[in-house]
């Protein structure tokens, strides 16, 4: 168990819908990070948030947006959902001034869009 | 651009010592680390190196060459439950982490 929790575990819904996923960092960790999971694919990079502020963006779509809130939990919006968007969302934190940066994952949420 | 090679699969016997390697071309480098991950499962953290050498971790060793940008994981006596993706990603200057597609390690009894 990392510390870090997301809900829901698993979300299904149907094209053209709107979801929320919602990630709780490591207690103590300022950063957290967005990944984005397709099957059997690599990890990719959605967007960072330290303390609140958005500190980096990968590959997010203009229909994914996300913000990180006063007590350090942040949410995932993903709007206008196409089947393509069906995916594994991991969550991560990383603790602030370690010196490694070390990012502790969250179990993921399975979004499937039918 | 910014790069991470890493094989796609590998195959090993129970029991054996298997190492899987990673080079990358960066801008900048801040570290290195080793996550593993199983199907369907959150990558977990292994191995962090960001000096030169070999890092030994029970089962697990990392070692780095930053001078030739490279790396490999090394996993000794070989257990079933290692069946699983090894993934290999590289702090750039700026702290941002650039992850490889990660290698698929089968295990066979």
């Known amino acids: 168990d990392s510390g870090v929790t997301q809900t829901p575990k698993h979300l299904i819904t149907a094209t053209g819908q709107r979801v929320t996923l919602r990630c709780s960092p490591r207690?103590?960790?300022?950063?957290v990070y967005w990944y984005q999971q397709s099957l059997d694919q690599g990890l990719q990079f959605l967007i960072q948030?330290?303390?609140?502020?958005?500190?980096a963006k990968g590959n997010i779509l203009e229909r994914f947006s996300a913000q990180q809130f006063p007590d350090l939990h942040s949410e995932l919006n993903l709007s206008s959902l196409e089947l393509g968007d069906s995916a594994l969302y991991f969550c991560?934190?990383?603790?602030?001034?370690?010196?490694?940066?070390?990012?502790?994952f969250g179990p993921g949420t399975r979004l499937t869009v039918l | 651009g910014q790069n991470i090679d890493q094989p796609t699969e590998m195959t090993a016997t129970e029991g054996a010592i298997v190492q899987i390697n990673c080079t990358y071309q960066?801008?900048?480098?801040?570290?290195l680390f080793w996550y593993q991950q199983h199907a369907g499962e959150a990558p977990t953290f292994l191995s962090y190196?960001?000096l030169d050498g070999l890092e030994e971790k029970g089962r697990f060793s990392s070692f780095l060459s930053r001078s030739k940008g490279y790396s490999y994981l090394l996993l000794k006596e070989l257990q079933m439950k290692d069946s699983a993706s090894y993934l290999c990603a590289v702090n750039d200057s700026n702290y941002q982490l650039i992850w490889g597609a990660g290698t698929k390690l089968i295990i066979k009894p």
């Open positions: 948030y330290y303390n609140g502020e958005e500190r």
């Open positions: 991560a934190s990383s603790p602030p001034r370690d010196g490694t940066d070390t990012q502790y």
């Open positions: 190196n960001v």
């Open positions: 207690s103590g960790d300022l950063s």
């Open positions: 960066t801008s900048g480098f801040n570290g």
